[in-house]
C-alpha cells in the first residue's frame, strides 16, 4: 500500500511558476512509475506528465511540453512537477499517482493504470 501527499500548489499569476511536491510512504517508491495528473474545472482529468521508476525516462502531455518538467528522488520518495509560464488555463487541482512496474524504465500515460493517488493540491492561475 502506497500513501501519496502532494504539497506545494497555490495562487501563481499568469506567466509564474510553482513547484508541486509528491511524497510517498508505504510499498517500494523505486518500483513504481509515478504521474502527475489534472482536473480543472469543467473539465476532464487528464495527464500531465510521468517518469519511469528510474527517473529516466519521462514523458509529457503536447499541453504542457517545455513548459512543465517532472523529476524524482527515490532516496526521499518523492516526485515532483516543476511548473513554468503557468497560463489561466493550468488552473485545477494537481494530483499525483503511482503505478508498481517490474520494469525501470517503463512509463505510462494512462490513468487506469495507476493504483494509488493522492488527495491532491490545487493551482489557481490568476491573469
Known amino acids: 500500500q502506497v500513501q501519496l501527499v502532494e504539497s506545494g500548489g497555490g495562487l501563481v499569476q499568469a506567466g509564474g511558476s510553482l513547484k508541486l511536491s509528491c511524497a510517498a510512504s508505504g510499498g517500494t517508491f523505486s518500483n513504481h512509475i509515478m504521474g502527475w495528473f489534472r482536473h480543472g474545472p469543467g473539465k476532464e482529468r487528464e495527464v500531465v506528465a510521468t517518469?519511469?521508476?528510474?527517473?529516466?525516462?519521462?514523458v509529457y502531455s503536447d499541453s504542457v511540453k517545455g513548459r512543465f518538467t517532472i523529476s524524482r528522488d527515490n532516496a526521499k520518495k518523492t516526485v515532483y512537477l516543476q511548473v513554468n509560464s503557468l497560463k489561466p488555463e493550468a488552473a485545477a487541482v494537481y494530483y499525483c499517482?503511482?503505478?508498481?512496474?517490474?520494469?525501470?524504465?517503463?512509463?505510462?500515460?494512462?490513468?487506469?493504470?495507476?493504483?494509488?493517488w493522492g488527495q491532491g493540491t490545487q493551482v489557481t492561475v490568476s491573469s
Open positions: 499517482a503511482a503505478n508498481w512496474h517490474p520494469l525501470n524504465w517503463a512509463t505510462s500515460l494512462d490513468a487506469n493504470e495507476y493504483t494509488y
Open positions: 517518469i519511469s521508476p528510474s527517473g529516466r525516462n519521462t
